[in-house]
């Protein structure tokens, strides 16, 4: 069983940054494929950024790409989300996520494994 546990997110001023962490349990984290995730009120859960196993392919929403940074760091089980620019329709509660899998994947689907969420709050 893997647990994530999430932290970062608050509440910032448009054009400012921030930096989502999920870390994870277990001993096997190098071998998952990662993802994030974001969900405001009233909409569906999308699709942010992914990375694979080893942190050498990234996917991006198109809505982030140029902005946003996913990494990981497989020596301390943990997986970043780094926001810059952020505008306020970035709005919403982000999700790390796990997949049983070493590539990255855009599908919500495809993961496993889910953080508890943290609040990301952009005001104009």
């Known amino acids: 069983q893997v647990q994530l546990v999430q932290s970062g997110g608050g509440l910032v001023q448009a054009g400012g940054s921030l930096r989502l962490s999920c870390a994870s349990s277990?001993?096997?984290?190098?071998?998952?494929?990662m993802g994030w995730f974001r969900q405001a009120p009233g909409e569906e859960r999308e699709f942010v950024g992914a990375?694979?196993?080893?942190?050498?392919?990234?996917h991006y929403a198109s809505s982030v790409k140029g902005r946003f940074t996913i990494s990981r760091d497989n020596n301390k089980s943990t997986v970043y989300l780094q926001l810059n620019g952020l505008k306020p329709e970035d709005t919403a509660v982000y999700y790390c996520?796990?997949?049983?899998?070493?590539?990255?994947?855009?599908?919500?689907?495809?993961?496993?494994?889910w953080g508890q969420g943290t609040q990301v709050t952009v005001s104009s």
């Open positions: 996520a796990a997949r049983s899998g070493t590539a990255a994947s855009t599908e919500p689907g495809n993961y496993d494994y």
């Open positions: 277990g001993r096997t984290f190098s071998t998952y494929g």
């Open positions: 990375i694979n196993w080893s942190g050498t392919v990234m």
